[in-house]
Structures are given as structure tokens and as C-alpha cells.
């Protein structure tokens, strides 16, 4: 039987969050940005493309879900997110999993992507607990 793992890489950087019918859900430890990352529990998975069509239509609600949460998050913040970015990205690890990021036009990125880009922000202890706590409530 199937026993899904993150990928280690994803300890370092971010909390587990949830578990979703599809999806292993993360919330990034980067107080600057609102979010999470949803890492669908199949076997092997690199590629969107090695989902059942009924996994990739599980997906794409989880993702819409998880927009909606980040958002959730963003206003909890004080800082309303007014794009949300949505990618799946494997260069640094393979393992099949999306990133819902919330982006506000005056955040410290802005326009450039998030990834690759150092000076993250760990969450205080209190706010982690609230964002995690609002995930779970979802």
C-alpha cells in the first residue's frame, strides 16, 4: 500500500496545513505572502499529466479552494491580495505539487515571481497558529 511522503524539501520551508480528498496541503513559512501549496497523494506523480482525469478535476477545485483561502489569509493579514499566482513548478523538486500564491501590487516582489528569490519571512508563532487554524477550519 501507497504511504505518501512530501518530499523532504518541503520540510524546511513550510508546515503541513490540511489533508484534502486529493491533496496534501502546506502553508509556505513565509509571512510576506499568503500560501499554500497542494501536493496531490499519487504515487509517483511529476506531471499533471499523470493524474486520472478525475484527479485533475479534483485538482483544479482544490486549487480554486485553496485561492479562496489564500485570499482569506491575504485580508487576515491586512493585506488583501489582489492577484493570485498558480503554478506548478518542479525544477528544484520533482514531486507533483502546486503553489497558490497571493501577490499584492505593493508587496515586496512585485511584479517579479516569488520563487528563487531569498529574504523569506518566518511566521511569528501566534500568526502561524492562526493561519494554520484558519486552513483547517476550511
Not at 503541513?16 to 502553508?27: D, F, G, Q, T
Not at 506531471?47 to 485553496?66: G, K, P, S, Y
Not at 508587496?107 to 528569490?117: A, S
Amino acid at each position: 500500500m501507497y504511504e505518501f511522503q512530501p518530499d523532504a524539501a518541503f520540510e524546511a520551508g513550510s508546515v503541513v496545513a490540511a489533508e484534502w480528498p486529493l491533496c496534501h496541503v502546506r502553508l509556505q513559512d513565509d509571512a510576506r505572502f499568503p500560501w499554500l501549496i497542494l501536493m496531490p497523494r499519487i504515487e509517483g506523480a511529476t506531471e499533471v499529466e499523470h493524474l486520472t482525469a478525475a484527479d485533475r478535476v479534483a485538482l483544479v477545485e482544490e486549487i480554486v479552494r485553496a485561492g479562496a483561502l489564500v485570499r482569506a489569509l491575504g485580508q487576515a493579514a491586512g493585506r488583501p491580495v489582489d492577484k493570485l499566482n498558480v503554478a506548478a513548478l518542479g525544477n528544484v523538486t520533482a514531486q507533483l505539487h502546486v503553489h497558490i500564491v497571493g501577490r499584492r501590487r505593493d508587496d515586496p516582489l512585485w511584479p517579479d515571481p516569488v520563487w528563487g528569490r531569498g529574504g523569506g519571512e518566518r511566521y511569528e508563532a501566534a500568526a502561524l497558529r492562526d493561519a494554520l487554524a484558519r486552513v483547517a477550519q476550511d
